[in-house]
């Protein structure tokens, strides 16, 4: 039994569309392909840093009693960066009193917070069941603390 290879011709598809149509279509593949060369958590991880530059913004143009300072917002960023793959991106949550806090949530019983103020300080807090609780502050070093490296694993393994 023998195989044969089928050879299809090689068509140009985007040369049958005017030159300007061309290039919208060539950048949308450009960036899908962008979108699909990189991990996930890098993707994801670039949208928590988008999110935290975007409240930061928000919060200048408002006008707002208590916006996000810019030590805040640098300080939620390094988090984020420092953040390792292994662990979901955290969703960004603006506090009334200008603060930032990365929150990772499974459901109303189970649950972990990190919150910033500009103080080179981590405060945190996480519920983890039932009377199940920490909380504490931590100061930020070079390093995400492993306390709260645990705990955040601790709210994935919760079940």
Not at 28 to 40: C, G, L, V, W, Y
Not at 116 to 124: A, Q
Request: aromatic share 10%; with cysteine.
């Amino acid at each position: 039994m023998t195989t044969a290879a089928l050879h299809y011709p090689m068509v140009n598809l985007l040369g049958y569309a005017g030159p300007s149509s061309q290039d919208a279509v060539l950048n949308f593949i450009r960036k899908a392909s962008e979108h699909f060369d990189s991990p996930a958590s890098r993707q994801k991880r670039k949208e928590a840093i988008d999110s935290v530059m975007d409240a930061y913004a928000e919060s200048r143009q408002a006008g707002e009693v208590a916006p996000i300072s810019e030590v805040t917002c640098k300080e939620t960023i390094d988090f984020l960066r420092k953040l390792p793959s292994t662990i979901p991106i955290p969703e960004v949550v603006v506090e009334p009193n200008g603060d930032l806090a990365l929150e990772w949530f499974v459901s109303n019983y189970c649950s972990f917070l990190v919150g910033f103020s500009g103080k080179s300080t981590i405060t945190y807090s996480g519920l983890f069941g039932r009377g199940q609780r920490t909380y504490g502050t931590e100061f930020i070093s070079e390093a995400i603390p492993s306390l709260i490296v645990e705990n955040i694993r601790r709210v994935f393994s919760y079940r």
